[in-house]
């Protein structure tokens, strides 16, 4: 079946702009994850979501992103008045159950890479 | 705070075994492993959870230290295809079934 879909790969934009990236996860998933990868590191949490509910949104770095999830399936991170440093491979993740049962293996998506000019 | 994984590298020939090690300051509920390829996503490859249960791959082993807050992933008879960076994802309790990722374990197989 299909693996989880993100849009644009790659995304430039002048400073100031907003970015709006999104992930369409793997039908059913519940859990939905955003991550930041910098070159040569792991996975940064920045938000994740069970069914549409936002469960944590503790890592994401301040108020000008935001997340949502209105529907339960396809997420949508925005950027709002970017800057040079949320240059950045943005990846998200899902896996199918909702945390409650335990850990449970997370599906990656191929990115989004955003260049903030 | 991050798992600290090490080697932050290593270079073997084909055939040869390694070991990747992982550690968390803090007390650890499950560790998941996943491997990525250059320009890739990451893959999972195993999930250890509290209590010795382990969900994953068939030609990769680990073993998971509750008490010294430690996982270990072996590669034995490195095949071309082990090569990438190797991640480590620590869950702990409290934390909401979020994952804190090590910086990760660069591995080169060469033929």
């Known amino acids: 079946g299909a693996g989880v879909s993100q849009s644009p790969r790659y995304k430039v934009t002048k400073r100031g702009q907003d970015v709006a990236l999104r992930c369409d996860p793997i039908?059913?998933?519940?859990?939905l994850y955003w991550y930041r990868q910098a070159l040569g590191q792991g996975p940064e949490f920045l938000t994740y979501f069970n069914y549409e509910a936002q469960q944590d949104k503790s890592g994401l770095p301040n108020d000008r992103f935001s997340a949502e999830r209105p529907e339960g399936s396809i997420s949508t991170l925005t950027i709002q008045r970017t800057e040079q440093r949320d240059s950045a491979m943005y990846r998200c993740a899902s896996s199918l159950a909702s945390g409650a049962g335990g850990p449970d293996t997370q599906y990656f998506g191929p990115g989004t890479r955003l260049t903030v000019l | 705070q991050q798992p600290v994984q090490s080697p932050q590298a290593v270079i073997l020939r084909e055939g040869e075994d390694a070991v990747i090690n992982c550690s968390s300051s803090k007390a650890l509920y499950s560790v998941h492993w996943y491997r990525q390829k250059h320009g890739e996503a990451p893959v999972f490859l195993m999930i250890?959870?509290?209590g010795g249960e382990q969900k994953g791959h068939e030609k990769i082993s680990a073993s998971f230290n509750e008490k010294k807050q430690q996982s270990s992933l072996y590669l034995t008879a490195s095949q071309l295809s082990y090569s990438g960076t190797y991640f480590c994802?620590?869950?702990?309790?409290?934390?909401?079934?979020?994952?804190?990722w090590g910086a990760g374990t660069k591995l080169i197989i060469k033929p």
């Open positions: 039908s059913g998933h519940v859990s």
């Open positions: 250890l959870l509290k």
């Open positions: 994802g620590t869950e702990s309790p409290g934390s909401n079934y979020q994952l804190i």
